[in-house]
């Protein structure tokens, strides 16, 4: 099983990227980052499959009181931008640049939502 490791800022609106690792595992690559947004901690998973169906690429903000991950936005996997569509499970590693677009875009979502309920 391949893993990597960073932190680094992202541009979606200064969010942070505290975490990240790429793994295969049940014949998937999965990509998962923790970042922090305006206080808030935001976590993304995208899981690509040799089926679609079983792929997805979603955004989760963390409610403390309840310890859980709640379901924030998500990119319907047949209009990912994915480079990651090229990646098959047989790979014995994939970079995390493969991922970054789709992370991007789901950050983007998250602190289109935030901001607006901030607002409101």
Known sequence: MAATKTA??????????LSSETRNTN???????????????LRVEI????????SHA???????TA???NPLASIPFDAAHYEANRVVYVLQSVSESA???DEQ??????????NHARKA
């Open 8 to 17: 680094r800022k992202t541009s979606a609106n200064v969010s942070k990227k």
């Open 67 to 69: 310890k859980a991950w």
């Open 99 to 101: 991922f970054l677009r």
């Open 47 to 54: 899981r690509v499959n040799a089926y679609a169906n079983q």
């Open 105 to 114: 875009r789901l950050l983007a979502k998250a602190a289109l939502i935030l």
């Open 27 to 41: 014949q998937s690559w999965f990509y998962e980052s923790i970042h922090q947004h305006c206080g808030e901690a």
């Open 58 to 64: 979603t955004i989760e903000i963390y409610n403390p």
